[in-house]
């Protein structure tokens, strides 16, 4: 009869896949550090926010919004920042939300408008969106940008968040704001935009 083995993960043996270049060991070992102590799994978080592989970095960014640290924070940024895959810039602004959205706001609104990515900008938008804490004006501002983008679905986004303003409705200037910017999107050349327009505006 065997002795029950530790059920803790061997961190080596997860450092080498994580490190090896091979998406097909990295990626699992990855997600293996969800049962990791956050001291112990941001250090391997890191290394695979280094690997070459997309795929890699982006779930490092994810991994890097639940276990949290000054230093995973950093990396985030820089991966905002200067990553050369949207996936991986997506996935970051993500994370930094998840972080703080008060201290994540100038960081992915400066991407937003920087990034012409619309997986990036998308991403920033749905991150947004869902914090119920953020102060309706940040929302006002990252609307006017989105809704001024060429690609339809960005507009979209926009247009949901201008409906969300109409909705809670917290600041009657905004709200005026926000109606008079969907009735305009209802002129819109994406049916898409028209049909989130129109919905914002029954809400």
Do not use: Y
């Amino acid at each position: 009869m065997s002795i029950m083995s530790n059920p803790d993960p061997d961190l080596n043996r997860l450092k080498e896949a994580i490190g090896s270049g091979d998406p097909s060991r990295s990626m699992p070992a990855l997600a293996g550090l969800r049962q990791v102590p956050a001291e112990l799994a941001i250090p391997l978080l890191l290394l695979g926010l280094e690997q070459g592989e997309f795929m890699v970095r982006s779930l490092s960014c994810a991994g890097l919004g639940v276990k949290q640290s000054e230093q995973g924070w950093q990396a985030l940024v820089g991966a905002l920042q200067s990553d050369d895959d949207a996936n991986v810039r997506a996935e970051a602004a993500n994370s930094l939300v998840s972080h703080s959205v008060e201290r994540a706001w100038p960081l992915v609104r400066d991407a937003f408008a920087a990034d012409g990515q619309w997986l990036v900008r998308c991403s920033i938008l749905a991150a947004l969106a869902e914090q119920s804490e953020i102060e309706a004006a940040w929302l006002m501002e990252l609307a006017g940008m989105a809704i001024a983008d060429g690609d339809g679905t960005v507009r979209v986004g926009g247009a949901e968040i201008l409906g969300r303003l109409v909705a809670d409705g917290v600041d009657p200037a905004l709200t005026d704001q926000a109606r008079a910017a969907l009735q305009q999107l209802q002129g819109d050349s994406d049916h898409r935009v028209v049909a989130a327009a129109l919905n914002g505006l029954q809400a």
